[in-house]
């Protein structure tokens, strides 16, 4: 085994690199995935309206009211 301790400059540069897109990769990935939150969380709150309607009837005395 020959460890080079502390490494050279050159791998420190290339492990900044590597780790910076990383986090830009990251980033993006967690952009993504909060859009997607935000789209399941309006689809959860339809669908819970629906069921709501299923079983108890419309609310607004059976008119039928777009949002």
């Known amino acids: 085994m020959t460890d080079h301790y502390p490494k050279p400059r050159w ?19 967690i952009e993504q995935l909060k859009i997607e939150k935000k789209e ?8 819970k309206t629906q069921l709501n309607y299923l079983s108890l009837g419309n609310p607004n005395g059976g008119e039928d009211v777009e949002s």
């Open 40 to 47: 399941l969380k309006q689809e959860i709150t339809f669908l």
């Open 11 to 29: 791998d420190l540069e290339n492990d900044v690199l590597r780790l910076e897109q990383m986090i830009i990769v990251y980033e993006q990935e």
